[in-house]
């Protein structure tokens, strides 16, 4: 960071935790906001977070979301991310309550209404969704929906009665993430229960964090779909992850898309300065 303070914000999305900072004067380049990620996102040694995000100026939208997760790497698109971000632009008057951010992924609008903050998240071709994939792992099969949603996510529909942890899902995500042949970008891996006609439990093994999270908002909106297509859900779909509910809106954009929207709560934490130590 050199001789510069950095003043942030840290906040939250159903436990889904970024520490976010104001780039609109460029003042952090790519390699700055990646070693700013490595470096704070740390817990227990440092402020402690799923990514940071930095706002910058956009030509072409609102404000531009730059998301860098806790590994280093640069993220497409993270639901709960912009729904905090949004949150933190229109609270700091940097954005209108109603605002277009240009993310890697394309432009998505958000709506922010103090707690809560709603994006629109797109039209899903339904065309696009590989459903009833199966792969066998260690002799056990599993079903799964692979699709995108801003960032590639991989949906494993799990009985309602299977009661394995995350530490023993672990192992199953890993190996999922890993292969690059089915999956060449990666991929997020959500495990998913079916809990009624309008409800769904989720767990998300995320990319780039490689780490079960509290929520995700873009594993939200990609289970809540996956769900729709199979029948099993009807809209809205409450989405209950660890660390809180993302309700999913799903519209029927035409006989073959669906447009889905993610609503949940954004909370601030703390804000403060980090000096160079």
Request: aromatic share 6%.
């Amino acid at each position: 960071m050199g001789n510069r303070d950095l003043i942030f914000t840290k906040m939250q999305g159903n436990g889904n935790d970024f520490i976010i900072i104001d780039n609109r004067s460029g003042a952090f380049g790519n390699n700055a906001l990646k070693e700013l990620a490595l470096d704070l996102c740390r817990r227990r040694i440092s402020i402690g977070a799923d990514g940071l995000m930095a706002i910058e100026k956009s030509d072409r939208a609102d404000l531009k979301m730059r998301l860098f997760n806790c590994d280093g790497s640069e993220g497409e698109m993270c639901g709960n991310g912009a729904r905090c971000l949004a949150r933190y632009a229109f609270e700091k008057s940097i954005a209108p309550m109603e605002m277009v951010i240009e993310t890697l992924a394309g432009q998505i609008s958000a709506q922010v209404a103090p707690p809560f903050a709603t994006l629109d998240m797109g039209v899903l071709d339904m065309a696009s969704v590989q459903a009833r994939q199966k792969k066998n792992i260690s002799g056990e099969v599993f079903a799964y929906s692979q699709l995108t949603v801003g960032v590639p996510h991989t949906v494993i529909f799990q009985d309602p009665d299977d009661r394995r942890s995350q530490k023993d899902l672990t192992p199953i995500a890993i190996a999922f993430q890993s292969d690059r042949d089915r999956f060449p970008l990666g991929t997020n891996v959500n495990f998913l229960k079916v809990s009624g006609a309008n409800s769904l439990d989720l767990r998300t093994y995320e990319r780039g964090v490689n780490d079960f999270t509290l929520s995700c908002g873009t594993g939200s909106t990609a289970g809540a779909a996956a769900a729709y297509i199979e029948g099993h859900v009807s809209s809205p779909v409450d989405v209950r992850n660890p660390g809180g509910i993302n309700t999913v809106i799903i519209g029927k954009e035409t006989p073959g898309s669906l447009h889905l929207f993610l609503k949940g709560l954004t909370t601030f934490v703390a804000e403060g300065t980090v000096s160079e130590s």
